[in-house]
């Protein structure tokens, strides 16, 4: 049974960092104010909440300035090829970084700007110029 956002959304509170909480709260609304689908929404949240946890209270989302944590938390969701023969955790690893890039990507770009850059505007800090991995199909 899918998660309702709603769900989705209070959990933003048990982030324990602050500033990531708050961060995560913005980017909802920047989602929701924008039309995008709550399914949408709620998958990119709760990316960016097991993110944020993997952060731990002392990280701040805008204090990442490497790929280096973006990496450790994305290989932790690869699997062995035994335990994953058909590579399904290279397309977890693949959205994830997806979503991860939008989130940090718009907080470079439109946090706190009225009106926000069109998306078509954005820069990608160097960074977050990571690859996706090659998936088995």
């Known amino acids: 049974m899918p998660v309702k956002l709603a769900t989705t959304v209070k959990k933003i509170e048990n982030i324990p960092n602050a500033i990531n909480s708050s961060l995560l709260s913005d980017f909802y609304n920047y989602l929701n104010s924008n039309g995008v689908s709550e399914s949408h929404i709620s998958n990119n949240l709760k990316a960016l909440t097991a993110f944020a946890h993997f952060l731990g209270p002392s990280v701040s989302f805008i204090r990442i300035s490497s790929k280096e944590p973006i990496i450790n938390f994305l290989d932790g969701k690869l699997k062995s090829s035994k335990e994953d023969p058909d590579g ?50």
């Open 88 to 137: 399904k955790s290279i397309i977890t690893w693949n959205d994830y970084l997806g979503r991860i890039k939008y989130f940090l990507r718009w907080i470079h770009n439109c946090r706190g700007k009225s009106p926000p850059l069109d998306l078509s505007d954005w820069q990608t800090p160097d960074f977050l110029k990571i690859k996706t991995k090659k998936t088995f199909y």
